[in-house]
């Protein structure tokens, strides 16, 4: 039974500057067993279809709270047989690790048989985004998130058909054995789940270590990937070749590849040259845009840390790029592209030809992964 909370009852549990984190939840499934995230799937699906095309663990990385881990259920689209399909995720976070969230207008607290939820959605923006329906359950060890996404949401959920209701999200929040500790009998429900598809991430591959030319290689081909570039048909990444000479100077410690593609036409450059080093290479000297012997200079603000992205470049059928970004922990990183026909003006095609979005927001954007340091995980990632 779902009851809208009064508001003396919501006064007590969240604070008054808005609809926050709401508390309480019957433990009466704990146990001393790690949940797992098969576990998670096999709890899910006792309240929810069994028609998945697809049941997984979510993605999780070093940006993740330690602990959190949650499962991926997929449903099929009627519409669109051929997507991705409907998403429900089950997410569960160390309650010491969730930052509290004010509500907006879509957000409510309701009361399922005893135990506070808060109803979250986003509604749909046409042409961008269906979005999305999330039911949270915070206890004094983990707040259960599960959402919902997929079909529209014109409005409130609780008043819309949907394919998956928000009285079935709610059964699924307040399940008392989705806990990071669980019992015996939940984790081999698990163990029985059939059409598991895996995922569980090594945690190991989170584990800080010294970068290599094959992890920059990696990371740098992921980043194109999910800023939109295209994905490189890698010949070979090697250590660098440049030298103080190529550098204009010495740059002190550094690591460092050059990597061979094939060109396409979207993205015409045969070899990048990416850097990590102590100091700023002397070639760009100490204002880039003045001191540096090239015939265009760009600077801009592309990373959202504050400091400055430089571009050097001289154009034509022998052009050269070179791109320059400081990093905190007294790191400088570069890139130096080659093998096209570079244009005169930072604009399109240029902007697309030399991969910028991968490259500025993704590989010189991401500190954790791309710099003296980084994770296991893309240290053993081969390439190509």
């Known amino acids: 039974m779902r009851t809208t909370l009064t508001s003396l009852t919501v006064a007590l549990l969240v604070p008054l500057a808005g609809c926050g984190t709401v508390t309480g939840a019957a433990d009466d499934g704990a146990g001393g067993e790690p949940i797992t995230q098969r576990a998670i799937a096999a709890v899910t699906l006792e309240h929810l279809p069994g028609d998945t095309i697809s049941r997984a663990a979510s993605y999780t990385d070093v940006d993740d709270p330690q602990g959190a881990l949650g499962a991926d259920l997929r449903y099929p689209d009627p519409d669109d047989p051929q997507s991705d399909g409907y998403l429900v995720r089950v997410f569960l976070t160390p309650s010491d690790a969730v930052e509290e969230q004010l509500c907006a207008q879509e957000c409510v607290e309701v009361e399922v048989d005893g135990t506070p939820l808060v109803l979250r959605w986003d509604e749909l923006v046409p042409e961008e985004d269906p979005g999305l329906v999330v039911v949270e359950r915070t206890g004094a060890q983990e707040q259960v998130r599960v959402l919902f996404a997929g079909p529209s949401i014109t409005g409130d959920p609780r008043d819309l058909d949907l394919p998956v209701s928000v009285e079935d999200l709610e059964a699924v929040a307040t399940d008392p054995r989705l806990g990071l500790t669980t019992s015996a009998a939940t984790i081999a429900l698990g163990d029985d789940l059939d059409d598991w598809e895996g995922g569980e991430p090594d945690q190991g591959s989170y584990e800080r270590v010294s970068s290599t030319p094959t992890s920059l ?140 979005s991968g490259l500025a927001f993704g590989t010189f954007g991401e500190p954790d992964y791309f710099g003296f340091g980084t994770t296991r995980e893309w240290v053993e990632t081969p390439v190509p």
Request: one cysteine or more.
């Open 217 to 356: 290689a990696a990371y740098w081909r992921w980043s194109l990937d999910a800023y939109g570039d295209d994905v490189p048909d890698i010949v070979s990444a090697e250590p660098t070749p440049l030298t103080a000479a190529d550098l204009g100077g010495d740059v002190g410690v550094s690591v460092g590849v050059r990597v061979v593609k094939r060109p396409v036409r979207t993205s015409p450059y045969d070899t990048i040259d990416l850097l990590v080093s102590e100091q700023r290479p002397p070639l760009f000297g100490e204002r880039p845009c003045e001191d540096a012997a090239f015939a265009h200079c760009w600077r801009g603000d592309v990373t959202g840390d504050g400091e400055p992205t430089f571009l050097v470049w001289d154009d034509g059928p022998d052009g050269v790029v070179w791109a320059t970004h400081p990093q905190a922990e007294q790191a400088h990183l570069t890139a130096r592209l080659t093998g096209w026909d570079v244009p005169a003006e930072f604009d399109d095609p240029m902007i697309d030809q030399m991969d910028w």
